[in-house]
């Protein structure tokens, strides 16, 4: 099946066009719901492979680590080769990992498992976003990439509340066997439908010219340093919370378990509308860095209300909506990069950008983990010294992007 010309894509747009971005964010959808589906499951997968509250934190900051340092080569390979194989082969990949997660009876076999997924994953959500680029053309790649975020969001809270209640029947086992049969089944979908605009075979497929050579030509730009900086805090605070904090958080105030993770969940809906609203808030304010700013500002108020001032279930969920949406706002870090740098290195530029998120997502994430006292039940004085390096360097970033960042607004390129 041949691929169409891609100033004829770029110029319908159409059902193709989306089908093609459904196939690629689809995916992303998959990913998130397994990383979500991992912060409700770690207490019973903890129970039943005998692990402390640290290696818990410690798997999921792995599956981090290996995801940013093999992150920033997913951009220059989609650049070359495309969604057309590399995305299929992705998912199947991710499929394994779920089943070797769901066949886990070891902390070691738990790591592996989370390798191997984050290894598939790199191309999730530049993939997605890169689908959108292509097809729908490089104007409304900023576009594109926070309704990618927004609908990975989304997904993440509806999935969540679904995998919430699943547990309420099933072994966690079952329901993570349960994502591989749906991986199968995408895996076979994106081969059959994925197809690019463009010939990837007319492009060198020269490592050190080529791939290497697009990475330094983004990494040498201080700028998307600074701007990654900021959304890499705004991120990883996300993540940090979404995926493992939150909810226990909010359990050490005495909160039932159940409602603590419908209440940490909803972090995802505020991610999800912030990710869809912030590029167009971001228009309005003329400035891609003042956005970035004041939301840094509500996400460390939220943040700190929500460890020392305890409410009730609405109070909470006001919170962490709070958080959601105003992290969001890391979103504008894809836009700035891509503003910095030439069209054909925009997906360079992504995947620059998400490595950096996540390598400072890892961090985000461990720290907690390792200075909670090793106790059997975690007081809210605990997280409140616990979280907070996730506030301190928010802070700093903050500072920093104030004094050096420049803004890469243009009204002439909307």
Known sequence: MPAPDADEA????????????????????FLFNLQTGYNIINPALAKDLSLTVSQVSMAASVYTVVFAVLQIFSGPILDRFGIRYVIPCAILTVTLGAYLLALAHSYPQLIVAQVVMAIGAIFGFVGAGFAGGEWFGSIKFGYMFGLVQASAAFGSFFGGNLINELLDWYHWRTVINGFGCFGLLLTLVALLFLRDTRDVHRYSLSFRTGIVKELFSVLKIPQI??????????????LSLAVVWASKIIQSYGMEPTEANRASLVIWLGCGIGSGTMDFISKKLRSRKTTLLFNGVGFVIALLLLLYKPGSFYFTSLLTFIIGFTSAAHMLAFTMAAEMVPEALEGTSAAVTNSGLYLISAVMITLPGYLLPHAEKLRPEDFQLAIMPVEIITVISMILCFLFLQDTFKPEKQ
Not at 227 to 236: D, H
Request: proline share 0%; net charge positive.
């Open 10 to 29: 770029l110029k319908s747009g159409g059902a193709r066009a989306w089908w093609m971005w459904i196939i690629a964010t689809t995916f992303l959808l």
């Open 225 to 238: 340093w600074l701007s990654t900086l900021m959304g890499a805090t705004l991120f990883g605070g996300l």
